[in-house]
C-alpha cells in the first residue's frame, strides 16, 4: 500500500461548481499535512496547510480525520484558474522536512 | 528575492556521462532538498540537508551526490547517469519554526533525459 494515495482524476468539472478530493495516509505516526498546486511543467507550490480542526482560505477548504487518515480539500465555485494538479503532502517528522511524502497528484480541469 | 534557481532548465545526457544540477537559493533557508518526479510517481525525496555542512539520503539516493559547503548552494551531482535517472529534477528549501507550518519553496525544475 502506498503511504499517500489519492484519485488521480482527472476530474473534468464545470466552472461554478464544488468540488471534493480525498486523500488517504497509511502512517498513523504522520504530524502534518498540506495541498500543494502543481500546473502543467511548473514546480509545486504551497496551497495550504491542513490542521485538525479543519482550515478555509477562499473558496478552499482543507479537513482532516485522523483516526480515519485522511485528509480532504473542497474547492467553492471553481474558477478556469483552478485547473491543475492537485498534491497531498503528508509529514511524518517531528521536526524536519526530510520525510515528507508527496502523494501522485489529483489533475483538475475546470471546463467553461 | 529570486527564490530558488535552477540550471540547467533541460539537459540531456549520454548514458555513463556525468552532471551538476545547480541549486541556490536566497532566503537563508536551512533546509535545502532535490527531489525527482516520475509519471505516475509522487515527488520522491533523493538527497537533502538541514544546514550548510550536514546532508543526508532521502528515499532514493543511489547514483547521485551532494554537498552544501554554504547556506545558498546545494548542488546534485549525478555520478554515472543512467537512462532510469530521466526524470525532473526539482530542488526546495523551507524554513520553519515547527512542523505545522512547513512551506517547502521549489524551483522551476530540470528537465534531464538520458540516452
Known amino acids: 500500500r502506498k503511504e499517500v494515495e489519492q484519485d488521480p482524476g482527472p476530474f473534468n468539472v464545470p466552472e461554478g461548481a464544488t468540488v471534493a478530493f480525498n486523500c488517504t495516509y497509511s502512517?498513523?505516526?504522520?504530524?502534518?499535512f498540506f495541498w500543494y498546486r502543481q500546473d502543467c511543467r511548473k514546480e509545486p507550490k504551497l496551497l495550504m496547510s491542513v490542521y485538525s480542526s479543519g482550515n478555509e482560505d477562499g473558496r478552499f477548504t482543507a479537513q482532516l480525520n485522523r483516526a480515519s487518515q485522511y485528509i480532504s480539500l473542497l474547492i467553492r465555485d471553481s474558477k478556469l484558474s483552478d485547473s491543475a494538479t492537485y498534491l497531498c503532502?503528508?509529514?511524518?517528522?517531528?521536526?524536519?522536512?526530510?520525510?515528507?511524502?508527496f502523494g501522485t497528484g489529483t489533475r483538475l480541469t475546470i471546463i467553461p | 528575492n529570486a527564490g530558488v534557481t535552477q540550471t540547467p532548465k533541460f539537459q540531456v545526457l549520454k548514458t555513463g556521462q556525468s552532471m551538476t544540477l545547480q541549486c541556490a537559493q536566497d532566503m537563508n533557508h536551512e533546509y535545502m532538498s532535490w527531489y525527482r518526479q516520475d509519471p505516475g510517481m509522487g515527488l520522491r525525496l533523493i538527497h537533502y540537508?538541514?544546514?550548510?555542512?550536514?546532508?543526508d539520503q532521502g528515499e532514493v539516493p543511489n547514483g547521485y551526490n551532494v554537498s552544501r559547503s554554504t547556506t545558498e548552494d546545494f548542488p546534485l551531482r549525478l555520478l554515472s547517469a543512467a537512462p532510469s535517472q530521466t526524470s525532473v529534477y526539482f530542488c526546495a528549501s523551507s524554513y520553519s519554526p515547527d512542523v505545522y507550518s512547513y512551506e517547502q519553496y521549489f524551483g522551476p525544475g530540470t528537465r534531464l533525459t538520458v540516452t
Open positions: 503532502v503528508v509529514n511524518r517528522s517531528n521536526f524536519g522536512n526530510e520525510k515528507l511524502t
Open positions: 502512517n498513523s505516526a504522520s504530524q502534518s
Open positions: 540537508s538541514v544546514g550548510a555542512g550536514i546532508t
